[in-house]
């Protein structure tokens, strides 16, 4: 199942987001890994600041009980203060929908 959303990293701090996601946790990777995620990845659009996610995974069950791990509420913990966030500092993310996919090959 492929998925996609949109975020915003605020003014000012694309650096520092691109920064603390390189290298991303071993122990967040490892929890992505282990509730089916297969690809994921995060794209800047630098005039909107804008963020764009694309993630290949197992399941939508799956994908939403990465958020009551304890290792992705540190994560947006540490994250909040360069994106715009809910309450309890989950990021604020549109999801899209698919109009099109071609497997080439």
Known sequence: MRI??????KKGCETEYEKRHNPIWLELKQTLFSHGVQN???FLDEETNQLFAYAEIESWQKWQQIADSEVCKKWWDY???LMLCHEDKSPISINLKEVF???IG
């Open 4 to 9: 996609a959303f949109k975020m915003r990293v």
């Open 40 to 42: 994921y990845s995060i």
């Open 79 to 81: 994250m909040a203060p």
């Open 101 to 103: 996919h071609i497997d």
